[in-house]
């Protein structure tokens, strides 16, 4: 088992920039990378970002590129998200998530392992 805990949400302004963070414990060499997914009230869940545990693989939706930083601290297991120049759009739930990296890493099912998720405002 994976236990994930996102830290780091909060209420910014357009414009503004927050760091998430996603703490990783319990059987973590059972996965390959970590996913960010955001969940906006009456959306779908979407795909953020994803990065591997190793090497140097991150993938981004096109809506955050060139705005969004995924990050990892292998030693700590720690993910981040840097997230710069946010827009009121960008308001949702954003979830940490652990799986395989597969080719599908774009997709939810592709996670077995989820944290519950913090909020992110941003206000025009």
């Known amino acids: 088992q994976v236990q994930l805990a996102e830290s780091g949400g909060g209420l910014v302004q357009a414009g503004g920039s927050l760091r998430l963070s996603c703490a990783a414990s319990g059987s973590t060499f059972s996965t390959g990378g970590m996913g960010w997914f955001r969940q906006a009230p009456g959306k779908e869940r979407e795909f953020v970002a994803a990065?591997?545990?190793?090497?140097?693989?991150?993938n981004y939706a096109d809506s955050v590129k060139g705005r969004f930083t995924i990050s990892r601290d292998n030693t700590k297991r720690l993910a981040y998200l840097q997230m710069n120049s946010l827009k009121p759009e960008d308001t949702a739930i954003y979830y940490c998530a652990a799986g395989s990296y597969s080719a599908n890493f774009y997709e939810s099912t592709a996670y077995p392992y989820w944290g519950q998720g913090t909020q992110v405002t941003v206000s025009s």
């Open positions: 990065i591997k545990w190793s090497g140097y693989n991150t």
